[in-house]
């Protein structure tokens, strides 16, 4: 079946589109290039040739020849224009993007726009006409959302529901598209600022965090423990953590100490937190620089993973889940779910994502099940954290791209006799941003860091999961001296 999108010139439905056939791995459809193409000449040059009458003849002729095309069709502004369009498009999945017309003027160019010949003011007189018009079309509201962002908005008009539970004796956990829909009416919503601007429709009065790593502090704690006083929460009560992985273990510590622990229930909307992060019954704030040294062990009583929030991620983010995905796929074995889908991956492919979630999911939970406090093979989840972890202290690189540099360097150090070294690093070279992989280091400095690792067994050696073969791991003793002298 065919999706239409259609509003405003300068809303996005072509850029949009594009991303959303890759997403959804379906054909992409631009009408006005259609039309370009059938006539051999830009749309500027067929109204001033032929005038606007003849253009709307031929545009309503092949938006009616798109009836039986499985694709997201893109339309022009003024499709709507005609009673016999909009009767058509009433028969589809046919959805209005909005964006408010001071954002649109900011965005659009005249270049091959015939009606804003005079000037970009007439984009308001257009809008006035049309907007009775529009408004007769499901709206999804686009205002102040990227690319992705708004993809993902719209993912949630087009996609069907679906739930599957991951069974696991420690921690079972909900995938479910379309999940966050669940929280319309739900109360005791804590949430990052980014995901409630993008997603805020589906959130009841939440209590809304900063974005990032500087939330999980004493000084929070301090007002959230007040808040939740003032808001008589009890035993009886949940708290819904909704956001990366700074959120959960903010509010999942939070949860775990107040009252001596209320339920709480994870909503984990970064693809870092839906593998690893949300998982495992971790909890944690900082103590001024030094990471996650204080906290509990406390699983929240539902994890519910909503696949298509982690489409609005930014670059930087998405790459940071696939990167911890893939370092479970080293311990696990199964690397080719990502090196054969490397291409998908780097497209937001929405189905190959969701086996990821899933395999890295089950994989995660099938280790923390059988040490769930970290005493032996649960460590191997540390693989390409040591160096992770130093680079990270010492660049400010955010942790998930730090990991992939660091696991880079574990591999080329300690994985002397893997057979598919460098099939794996390979992939890792293509999907690290090019500015990290060049960055320059000093040794000795780095070095510093890897000695303030928790880790650390003796001055002068450090344990470390080391893979030996693709699905095998080893936890080593490695001489802190030997590290040296590989640099
Ligand atoms: N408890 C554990 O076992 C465990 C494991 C790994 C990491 N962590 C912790 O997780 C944290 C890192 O998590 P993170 O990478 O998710 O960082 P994060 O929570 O800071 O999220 C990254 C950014 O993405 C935004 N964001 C979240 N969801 C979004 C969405 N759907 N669309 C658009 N933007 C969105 C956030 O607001 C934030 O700005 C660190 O504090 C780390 O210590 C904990």
Redesign the pocket.
């Known amino acids: 079946m065919p999706i239409f999108l259609i509003g405003m010139m300068g809303c996005g439905k072509t850029t949009i589109g594009k991303v959303l056939s890759e997403i959804l791995n379906k054909r992409f459809i631009d009408l006005d290039e259609e039309i370009e193409k059938k006539e051999n000449m830009k749309i500027s040059d067929i109204f001033s040739k032929k005038g606007e009458n003849y253009f709307r003849e031929i545009e309503s002729n092949l938006l009616f020849q798109m009836k039986d095309n499985d694709a997201i069709i893109s339309t022009g502004g003024g499709i709507i224009l005609k009673k016999i369009n909009r009767e058509f498009l009433k028969k589809y999945k046919t959805l209005f993007l909005y964006v408010p017309i001071e954002e649109i003027l900011e965005r659009v160019d005249i270049k091959n726009r015939p009606l804003l010949k005079n000037g970009k003011n007439k984009l308001f007189e257009i809008w006035e006409d049309r907007k009775d018009l529009y408004n007769q079309f499901e709206k999804v509201n686009l205002s102040n959302l990227s690319v992705y962002?708004s993809a993902?908005k719209i993912l949630y008009y087009i996609t069907e529901n679906n739930e599957e539970i991951i069974e696991n004796d420690f921690q079972s956990v909900i995938l479910k598209t379309k999940g966050l829909e669940n929280l319309k009416n739900e109360k005791n919503i804590f949430v990052?600022?980014?995901?409630n601007r993008?997603y805020g429709d589906y959130f009841n009065c939440p209590y809304v965090l900063d974005?990032?790593?500087k939330i999980?502090n004493f000084d929070n704690l301090d007002i959230l423990y007040r808040y939740l006083i003032e808001k008589e929460i009890n035993r009886s009560d949940s708290l819904i953590a909704v956001?990366?992985?700074?959120?959960?273990?903010l509010i999942?510590y939070v949860g775990a100490t107040f009252k001596r622990g209320v339920k709480i229930i994870f909503y984990p909307?970064?693809l870092?937190?839906q593998v690893?992060?949300a998982?495992?019954g971790?909890?944690?704030v900082n103590l001024d620089k030094i990471?996650?040294v204080i906290g509990t062990f406390y699983k929240p009583e539902k994890v519910i993973i909503d696949p298509l929030?982690?489409i609005?991620?930014?670059e930087e983010?998405y790459i940071?889940g696939i990167i911890e995905a893939f370092k479970v796929s080293l311990i696990d074995g199964n690397i080719n779910l990502f090196i054969d889908n490397i291409e998908k991956i780097k497209k937001r492919d929405l189905n190959t994502l969701i086996k990821i979630i899933k395999y890295a999911v089950k994989v995660k939970l099938d280790i923390v099940s059988k040490d769930p406090y970290d005493k032996n093979i649960r460590k191997a989840l540390n693989l390409g954290h040591t160096f992770g972890h130093a680079f990270e202290s010492y660049t400010n690189i955010?942790?998930?791209l730090s990991v992939g540099w660091g696991l880079i360097k574990e591999l080329e150090f300690f994985s002397t006799n893997l057979k598919d070294k460098e099939y794996i690093l390979d992939f890792l070279n293509k999907i690290i941003p090019r500015n990290i992989l060049n960055m320059e280091i000093n040794n000795e400095n780095l070095i510093k860091y890897i000695y303030q690792d928790k880790k650390i067994i003796s001055k002068e050696e450090i344990t470390i999961p080391v893979i030996e073969e693709v699905g095998k791991f080893k936890l080593k003793n490695i001489n802190l001296k030997h590290i040296k002298n590989k640099y």
């Open positions: 962002e993902a990052s600022n980014s995901v993008i974005d990032g790593e999980k956001g990366g992985g700074t959120v959960t273990d999942g909307t970064t870092l937190a690893d992060a998982l495992g971790k909890t944690a990471k996650n929030s982690i609005s991620l930014k983010n940071e955010p942790h998930g």
